[in-house]
């Protein structure tokens, strides 16, 4: 469970029955495709989640970057992003598992609308742990997860955010393993959570892998995927890593500014794999936004996806070994991507996704800032998820700020 220095099992003892119990179902069901799991989880992927989805390309972004721009459209899983992938695999496990209660965490409300859809659609009672402050703000996802029949467990301790949700749902998860799954959102956690996620969200790359071949003959020249715990990432990426001709770039939020005051215990971005350092969180050895003191900081993104001041151990490892790239895309940037993509193809992106398209602007765009274009001929973006969660807060964000907007707006 080891990915070179990051990973591992750092939990506290009375986590390790639960540990161990998941471990041996992941290798039997996951791995083995032991009673046919793998088979039901595909069949089930393709009949309720609407794949495989398209690798589409975008006509007008070839046009403006002058090469063959082609895009994974995961925005079109059923309920509007990838995340459907991973709740699906590991509620259907949990039912393999013969368990009978579901429990994850949520931030911005994705991982736990995907998650309260898969246990409506596979008959199993869930709870999602969510932080009072992202109750708040993230109000849509929280009545999609109620209208799917889940309770929604308020989160007080602590700042009232993710990092507090997923502790919380880890300590509901030990005192209840006998009966419960902890459907985890991310590639994050103790090993075989990051794993397990990874495998579940590699139908993304699978995919694309195939349909590069047929659309175009040959491998993408670069794969670029945005970044915030990783589980996109990862998917995007999984099945590529071994294709040493094929750039992965991982593309995290970089908020206001990329500068971290140690002593402030906030950081302004979520810039984990660019400005982080080595150190564990939830469970996991990776790299992390940490004060001097090893405090986690307070991450900080317009969007609330990739607001999180950690990332899955093996993308920290792959980054470490030099083979994916970490990038990042402040607020503005992502916020002009939004609109960009919106108004030139007729996607409009989660503005997770957008900070990927923000890349692609900087590195291939008219007015490109970075010099090193390195994507080559054939490049694909993973659209992670799509942006109707984004409208009202993206709409008032572009008002404030003094973004470029379509001229009809
Ligand atoms: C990205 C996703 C998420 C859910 N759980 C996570 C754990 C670690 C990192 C990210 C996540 C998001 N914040 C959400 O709440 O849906």
Not at 52 to 76: I, N
Not at 193 to 201: E, G, I, K, N, Y
Not at 277 to 297: K, N, P, Y
Request: aromatic share 6%; hydrophobic share 35%.
């Amino acid at each position: 469970g080891k990915f070179g220095e990051f990973g591992g099992q750092y939990v506290p003892e009375a986590l390790m029955p639960a540990i161990e119990e998941l471990e041996d179902a992941y290798e039997r069901y996951v791995l083995n495709n032991e009673d046919g799991f793998m088979d039901e989880f595909r069949t089930r992927l393709r009949d309720f989640g609407g794949r495989p989805t398209p690798l589409q390309r975008a006509d007008r972004l070839s046009e403006r970057y002058g090469r063959e721009v082609y895009l994974k459209r995961e925005d079109l899983v059923h309920g509007g992003a990838h995340k459907l992938n991973n709740a699906l695999g590991q509620v259907l496990l949990a039912k393999y598992m013969g368990k009978e209660r579901i429990i994850a965490e949520t931030g911005a409300g994705q991982h736990g609308t995907a998650t309260a859809m898969a246990c409506a659609h596979l008959d199993m009672p869930c709870e999602i742990y969510m932080g009072e402050r992202d109750i708040n703000r993230q109000r849509p996802n929280v009545f999609r997860m109620k209208l799917n029949g889940s309770e929604v467990n308020p989160v007080t301790v602590g700042r009232g955010t993710l990092k507090e949700a997923i502790s919380e749902t880890m300590r509901d998860w030990a005192t209840n393993v006998e009966d419960t799954h902890y459907v985890i959102g991310s590639v994050v956690g103790p090993h075989p959570f990051p794993s397990m996620v990874r495998d579940f969200q590699s139908v993304i790359s699978e995919e694309a892998r195939t349909q590069a071949q047929e659309k175009l003959g040959r491998l993408p020249d670069s794969v670029l995927a945005c970044a915030g715990g990783g589980s996109n990432t990862m998917g995007a990426f999984a099945e590529f890593v071994s294709d040493d001709e094929v750039g992965l770039y991982a593309v995290e939020a970089g908020g206001s500014t990329l500068e971290v005051d140690e002593d402030a215990g906030v950081a302004p971005n979520s810039a984990s794999l660019t400005t982080g350092s080595e150190g564990i969180l939830h469970g996991a050895r990776t790299t992390i936004l940490q004060d001097h003191d090893g405090q986690i900081m307070e991450s900080h993104s317009i969007s609330s996806g990739l607001d999180y001041a950690g990332v899955g151990p093996e993308l920290a490892h792959l980054v470490d070994i030099d083979r994916v790239t970490a990038v990042n895309v402040g607020d503005d940037d992502a916020l002009t991507a939004f609109h960009r993509l919106s108004q030139l193809e007729g996607i409009i992106p989660a503005l997770e996704t957008a900070h990927a398209f923000g890349y692609l602007e900087a590195v291939a765009g008219p007015d490109a800032t970075d010099e090193t274009d390195a994507l080559g001929e054939f490049v694909v973006v993973n659209v992670s998820g799509r942006g109707d969660k984004d409208l009202e807060s993206a709409i008032e964000e572009t008002y404030e700020r003094d973004i470029d907007i379509a001229p009809n707006m």
